[in-house]
């Protein structure tokens, strides 16, 4: 059983406008989230969290919005630069827990 | 905001070596900070829990003589890898939980991860 779910697998954007990356999940309990960026043959890096505690974070262009209520999550890139070009993943955890990803987003940002 | 800092971000080293990884707090102090493994195509693992000044609790599975984790002090955790061989290539990710108190819920902070190639 998925429980944490990227339903778009690929996402295609002008470089300059918005990224907009979504996430779903279906346990109640997950209380913390984070999104990874991973690049072709690299490993993956850590992009930005958020605890259930709040409903937005910002760090520099990245921007992640939670609502509780719906049980969703959102990765907001902006302005989009060709650099962020890759593949994202977003993950959800209980307590500091396992944590639980989802299958991922290629994002491809058009120069 | 607070800030987790984990050093290397890339280490490469021969088999049989034993690799170093540091997780600090910067501007706060941790009683508790986690270790993860992720698995290739798989979700982060969590390895270990570090609290300060006792010893750390693994999860089932995690070998504590081949992961040594050290939580000397409320700003500091580490973790060695001791012998290690390419099967322990892998990223690992720490994640320092705020003191609890005056207001502190308790969150979780994230370092920037480590990845560890065993040649």
């Known amino acids: 059983d998925q429980q944490v779910k990227q339903n778009s697998p690929s996402l295609s954007v002008q470089e300059g406008r918005i990224s907009i990356l979504n996430c779903d999940y279906t346990n109640s309990m997950f209380d913390y989230f984070l999104w990874y960026k991973k690049y072709p043959a690299e490993g993956p890096t850590f992009l930005i969290s958020i605890s259930s505690i709040k409903d937005k974070n910002e760090d520099g262009r990245f921007t992640v919005f939670l609502n509780k209520s719906a049980k969703h999550l959102s990765l907001h890139i902006v302005p989009s630069q060709p650099g962020d070009s890759a593949v994202y993943f977003c993950a959800a955890s209980a307590f500091g827990n396992q944590f639980y990803f989802g299958t991922g987003t290629s994002l491809t940002v058009i120069p | 905001g607070a800030v987790v800092s984990q050093h290397p971000s890339w280490v490469i080293c021969k088999s049989g070596t034993s690799v170093k990884i540091e997780c600090r707090s910067l501007?706060?102090?941790?009683?508790?900070m986690f270790w993860y493994r992720q698995f290739p195509k798989q979700s982060l693992m969590l390895m270990a829990t570090?609290?300060?000044?006792?010893?750390?609790?693994?999860e089932q599975g995690v070998e504590k003589d081949k992961f040594l984790i050290n939580h000397a002090s409320l700003t500091l955790s580490t973790l060695t890898v001791t012998s290690a061989h390419p099967e322990d290539s892998s990223f690992y990710i720490c994640s320092a939980r705020l003191r609890k108190g005056l207001g502190n819920t308790g969150e979780l902070f994230f370092g920037e991860g480590s990845r560890l190639t065993v040649l």
């Open positions: 501007d706060f102090q941790a009683t508790t």
């Open positions: 570090s609290n300060e000044g006792s010893k750390a609790t693994y």
